[in-house]
């Protein structure tokens, strides 16, 4: 059994107004599981960490709030199934990570921060019964801690902002209710969170953790699952919720970040469904889809706010991920607005153009081996390729490829 007591910080280099990515509920397996929807052999990683790499503005860092696993453990698999993940991670081969020493990048300049969920303290998905222990397979976080980070909360602290990383615990569903809670806080977290915003000051503060702190009925991204559980306090963790509130409310904290109920939505802390950027709300409350699904938000920070984005979406699960799968490609990639896709072979299709928030750009049908795309009237950034193409039926491919206009 591991608990870690130790609470530490880590000073990052950003000095000025800076973007992050928030991503949950990776559900990175090695196993097929009928319980859970899962990132098999992390193949919905590989996409949107390199989805993430291209990103312009890029990221400082990336933040990742639990379930990075979809089994903590597994007697099949006994290094757990973080390694499907970590192997897209720089440093390679690193073991008992610090905070902050993995990045998705191999110029290892954009690191990738986690928190963990519920799923890192699973040793299977089968037979669970919570009903005869109050700390259900406490055993299994040690692989989290191997291959991920520590196990422990910590400060990540900026000229202008501070970021508490927080444990949020493990599922006492089935002990005190039905509804999927976790076990949340300790007093002594909350003592060291308290702590951490009196020192902040008037620094922008965030709070980032597995479970929601307060929940609505939001929606989800791409095929991803939503709860439908709409109430506030739904989903969310178990002890010392109202004084977690009442800290929040306390200290003017800007944002929470969680994930956990698998869909989209932001609320005020009695649970109403409120705008991402709401600033008359109070602390707002945000929920990210799950990264299996492509779910991820785009976080700016200033002096003055916290930008959230609306719900973005990197690669869409589908019967096929990828455009080497039907020997298709893409050319020039990064271009200056005109590309080509390459299909191999003569089919019909029809192509779709989304920018980063969402919006349709460029639509497009095409009945040819070979299609350009032309996106000279978009400005530089990222975008996302949709390609709906019939060959044969009754097989249909959908996906999101990442295009990237560079000037």
């Given at each position: 059994m591991l608990l870690a007591a130790l609470f530490s910080s880590q000073v990052s280099a950003q000095s000025s107004a800076f973007t992050f990515v928030h991503i949950s509920d990776l559900h990175v397996s090695t196993v097929t599981s009928a319980v859970n929807l899962c990132d098999l052999n992390g193949e919905e990683a590989k996409c949107y960490l390199q989805t993430f790499n291209n990103l312009n503005p890029r990221p400082a860092f990336i933040l990742?709030?639990?379930?990075?696993?979809?089994?903590?453990?597994?007697?099949?698999?006994?290094?757990?199934?973080?390694?499907?993940?970590?192997?897209?991670?720089?440093?390679?081969?690193?073991?008992?990570?610090?905070?902050?020493?993995?990045?998705?990048?191999?110029?290892?300049?954009?690191?990738?921060?986690?928190?963990?969920?519920?799923?890192?303290?699973?040793?299977?998905?089968?037979?669970?019964?919570?009903?005869?222990?109050?700390?259900?397979?406490?055993?299994?976080?040690?692989?989290?801690?191997?291959?991920?980070?520590?196990?422990?909360?910590?400060?990540?602290?900026?000229?202008?902002?501070?970021?508490?990383?927080?444990?949020?615990?493990?599922?006492?569903?089935?002990?005190?209710?039905?509804?999927?809670?976790?076990?949340?806080?300790s007093d002594a977290q909350i003592a060291w969170m308290t702590n951490q915003l009196s020192l902040a000051g008037n620094k922008k503060k965030m709070l980032v953790m597995h479970h929601p702190a307060a929940n609505y009925n939001g929606t989800g991204c791409s095929t991803a699952t939503?709860?439908?559980?709409?109430?506030?306090?739904?989903?969310?963790?178990?002890?010392?919720?109202?004084?977690?509130?009442?800290?929040?409310?306390?200290?003017?904290?800007?944002?929470?970040?969680?994930?956990?109920?698998?869909?989209?939505?932001?609320?005020?802390?009695?649970?109403?469904q409120i705008d991402e950027n709401c600033d008359t709300c109070g602390t707002r409350y945000v929920q990210t889809g799950p990264a299996f699904g492509g779910c991820y938000r785009s976080i700016t920070v200033d002096s003055s706010f916290v930008t959230v984005s609306v719900p973005l979406s990197s690669c869409i699960p589908a019967a096929v991920k990828d455009l080497d799968e039907l020997h298709m490609s893409v050319?020039?990639?990064?271009?200056?607005?005109?590309?080509?896709?390459?299909?191999?072979?003569?089919?019909?299709?029809?192509?779709?153009?989304?920018?980063?928030?969402?919006?349709?750009?460029?639509?497009?049908?095409?009945?040819?081996?070979?299609?350009?795309?032309?996106?000279?009237?978009?400005?530089?950034?990222?975008?996302?390729?949709?390609l709906v193409a019939e060959q044969g039926e009754p097989v249909t491919y959908n996906f999101k490829y990442p295009l990237v206009i560079n000037r």
């Open positions: 990742a709030t639990g379930d990075i696993s979809n089994i903590g453990n597994s007697t099949a698999v006994p290094g757990g199934m973080y390694r499907a993940l970590t192997q897209y991670l720089y440093p390679h081969g690193l073991t008992y990570p610090g905070i902050g020493s993995l990045f998705i990048d191999s110029a290892q300049t954009i690191p990738i921060y986690f928190a963990p969920g519920n799923h890192e303290y699973y040793t299977t998905l089968t037979g669970l019964d919570f009903t005869t222990q109050t700390l259900p397979y406490l055993d299994s976080i040690p692989n989290y801690v191997k291959n991920i980070a520590p196990d422990t909360d910590y400060a990540v602290t900026t000229d202008i902002s501070v970021i508490l990383f927080m444990r949020s615990g493990w599922d006492i569903s089935y002990l005190v209710s039905t509804d999927p809670k976790g076990s949340s806080f939503h709860s439908a559980i709409a109430n506030d306090s739904s989903a969310t963790f178990y002890y010392n919720r109202d004084a977690f509130i009442h800290m929040c409310d306390s200290f003017h904290v800007d944002v929470i970040l969680a994930g956990h109920s698998h869909q989209n939505v932001v609320v005020d802390k009695n649970g109403n050319y020039p990639d990064p271009s200056n607005g005109i590309f080509t896709l390459n299909m191999g072979q003569t089919m019909q299709v029809q192509l779709k153009v989304y920018n980063l928030m969402g919006q349709c750009v460029h639509q497009q049908s095409a009945l040819d081996s070979n299609v350009q795309i032309d996106l000279r009237n978009q400005a530089s950034g990222i975008y996302f390729l949709q």
